[in-house]
């Protein structure tokens, strides 16, 4: 049986497995403990949203029973993005928030977000309190008579994408009458994100748009699980498709001739646009393509970087009030919708860089610098982890090396990054390096063989 996760990006399990109603009950329960003391007051509101998966209106009764059950109020998004749920906890003000959500993971898969009351991924410190009191067991119940109660609430959509809008020119968008493929894997995101292309006045070719949580391939929007997408943009002669994990806080995108780009130009696109117009500081992590310095370079911006993980960024965005920022995943964050990865502000920033350059996506990626990355996991324990952590250390000792977050190396031709997953038992490697770089295989087949080695 795999280990629960719990991390910085909340709690995961396999549902019936490691994770069920109790222990997500528990996890509630410490939560809201822990903002009923933080907070200083005994009655605190909480809004709570889910995804699609099968197993979230089961996980959301156990979750909304126990917030009741230490005299929280709570309120109800519905069936709602992840970055819906972080505008409606501001919206409602919310003294925190939950997510029923596994993300990108498969379908027997569900776990638990949490939000603070500025909708935005708690930091480290937050997490490790909210973990040690779920370990502990001590959480403050209320008698009878103070016990919360639950109320419902259906504006997220609207909320969401109003404050989209405000960040783009609606009425530039409109006019290009753009051809989209929407592949929404039959999670949160179809309904919001259709209502929001058809305001760009948008010709829609939905793919997986229903909210079923019956995931048509595997939910991570990479290039092996979107060959359907491909194929649709080709056969419709769309502009662009769009795919969004179950969550919705993620986007991969499809050019107009069918070819993957994938995740990393999410953001590199997105920033392109958006220092064409606002000077400022960018904000990424660890694991992110270097484009993102390339352009910033180029518009005379500063790139800042943190450790992976979607709370490093967001918490450094504010710290710098950074203009645009997100990860290599597909995940942008723009400060003016929320502190939080958001798809539909992607999609919106892409299709204003489309409308204002009157180019195609083809077109504006071939005039972002190339480089060449690989994303490869392996499964692995902690004390694996740690053995080829030391291996690699030895072996790349002349690298510049950066500890912050696993171990990533840099050399003169690129980079290779090395860490524990916050969401699965596995250890994540990245490397990038320009195209053609004679060293580069080199580099990629030692880590490639100590990890193979040591986990096997």
């Keep these: 049986m795999q280990d629960l996760i719990i991390s910085i990006s909340g709690l995961r399990g396999i549902v019936g497995e490691n994770f069920n109603s109790q222990t997500?009950?528990?996890?509630?329960?410490?939560f809201g403990t822990f903002l009923k003391n933080s907070k200083g007051k005994p009655k605190i509101k909480i809004a709570i949203g889910t995804d699609s998966r099968p197993s979230g209106d089961m996980i959301k009764s156990a979750v909304a029973a126990g917030l009741c059950s230490l005299g929280a109020d709570v309120m109800d998004v519905g069936l709602v993005t992840t970055p819906t749920v972080g505008i409606m906890v501001r919206e409602l003000q919310c003294d925190g928030g939950l997510v029923i959500t596994a993300s990108h993971n498969p379908i027997e898969y569900n776990g638990i977000k949490l939000l603070t009351s500025k909708g935005i991924a708690p930091p480290a410190g937050m997490a490790e309190k909210v973990k040690a009191i779920f370990e502990k067991g001590e959480f403050s119940?209320?008698?009878s008579v103070d016990c919360g109660r639950i109320t419902v609430d259906h504006s997220g959509d609207s909320n969401h994408i109003n404050a989209v809008l405000g960040c783009v020119k609606r009425n530039q968008i409109a006019p290009c009458r753009f051809r989209v493929v929407l592949d929404s894997v039959n999670g949160a995101g179809g309904r919001p994100t259709k209502r929001l292309l058809s305001i760009f006045g948008c010709r829609i070719t939905a793919l997986n748009d229903k909210p079923t949580g019956m995931f048509a391939h595997t939910p991570e929007p990479t290039a092996e699980n979107l060959t359907s997408l491909c194929d649709a943009v080709k056969k419709t002669g769309s502009d662009i498709g769009f795919a969004q994990d179950p969550d919705a806080d993620r986007l991969a995108i499809v050019d107009e001739t069918g070819r993957y780009i994938g995740e990393e130009y999410t953001l590199a696109l997105a920033a392109k646009h958006?220092?064409?117009y606002r000077q400022g500081v960018v904000v990424t992590n660890l694991s992110t393509s270097r484009m993102i310095d390339d352009i910033a370079k180029a518009a005379g911006c500063e790139v800042v970087r943190t450790p992976v993980g979607e709370a490093n960024v967001a918490q450094?965005?504010?710290?710098q009030n950074a203009v645009i920022g997100g990860e290599g995943n597909g995940g942008i964050i723009d400060l003016r919708v929320g502190p939080i990865r958001d798809s539909l502000v992607g999609i919106a920033l892409i299709l204003q860089l489309c409308a204002e350059t009157n180019k195609r996506i083809s077109q504006l990626v071939a005039e972002i610098p190339a480089y060449e990355m690989k994303k490869q996991k392996f499964n692995a324990d902690k004390?694996?982890?740690?053995k080829i952590f030391t291996q690699a250390k030895?072996?790349?000792?002349k690298a510049e090396i950066n500890e912050s977050d696993g171990y990533r190396f840099d050399f003169e031709e690129g980079w290779i990054h090395l860490r524990t997953s916050n969401t699965e038992p596995v250890i994540r490697l990245i490397s990038e390096f320009k195209k053609d770089a004679p060293e580069a295989e080199k580099y990629i087949e030692k880590i490639t063989a100590i990890i193979e080695k040591i986990a096997g």
């Design 394 to 397: 030895k072996t790349f000792k």
């Design 274 to 276: 958006i220092l064409s």
């Design 24 to 30: 997500a009950l528990n996890y509630a329960l410490a």
């Design 141 to 143: 119940f209320v008698s």
């Design 316 to 319: 450094t965005m504010i710290k």
């Design 383 to 386: 004390k694996q982890a740690e």
